[in-house]
């Protein structure tokens, strides 16, 4: 059984540029969850997605928004970049929304903005 | 603001000991809890949840939930060097929330 695919795997962008990440969850999995990982901050949520529609949102900026489509695969996209957002963005999907199922996260795309 | 506490260690350990891994979290109305490890430069692996107060066990993993003192612990038992990672824990609340993690050394 695939697990939860993210593309790329690596990006290295310019500040001020807009970057779009996928991901692919488990066949099956209809809740997809983004999150940035980063040294200092550690693990914090962005935002999730269950039916094509945005249930929760984390805090941060407008400049970060996503999206699902009806198959589940979610992209997320980040616009004017700045050099705060290197990170690691981690994609999780879920059976279905809420807790009872648990999250399985993919291998993350690391983004560097220099 | 909901937090989740963890202590940053590194706690080390004994190869075969027993690892005690504590956690508190500051919204009572949480009602799960997940346990990630994650190995240096990998993605967060789900290792258990638990919802309800007492013990769940799987394997040498034992989740400990006391929803009183909002307090959650994970033992690993046998503890083996493969098992030096950071462990994560997390709750659910319109999203996970998660602790800044726990360095785990395990010394053969």
């Known amino acids: 059984k695939a697990g939860v695919t993210q593309t790329p795997r690596y990006l290295i962008k310019t500040r001020g540029q807009q970057v779009t990440l996928s991901c692919s969850p488990i066949s099956g999995h209809r809740s997809v969850s983004w999150y940035q990982q980063t040294p200092g901050q550690g693990l914090q949520f962005l935002f999730e997605y269950f039916s094509e529609t945005q249930r929760n949102k984390g805090n941060f900026p407008g400049r970060f928004s996503g999206r699902q489509f009806s198959n589940s695969r979610s992209e997320m996209n980040v616009s004017t970049l700045e050099l705060g957002d290197s990170a690691l963005y981690l994609c999780a999907s879920s059976l279905d929304l809420g807790s009872n199922y648990g999250y399985t996260f993919g291998s993350g795309t690391r983004l560097t903005v220099v | 603001q909901k937090e989740v506490e963890q202590n940053s260690g590194p706690l080390s350990v004994p190869e075969g000991a027993i690892a005690s891994l504590n956690c508190t979290y500051s919204?009572?109305?949480?009602?799960?809890f997940f346990w990630y490890r994650q190995y240096s430069g990998k993605s967060p692996e789900l290792i258990m949840f638990i919802y309800s107060n007492g013990d769940k066990e799987d394997g040498r993993f034992t989740a400990q939930l006391n929803k009183a003192s909002q307090y959650v612990s994970l033992l690993i038992r046998d503890s083996q060097p493969s098992d030096s990672a950071t462990y994560l824990c997390a709750t659910d609340s319109e999203g996970l929330v998660f602790g800044a993690g726990t360095i785990l050394r395990v010394k053969s």
């Open positions: 919204d009572r109305g949480s009602q799960s």
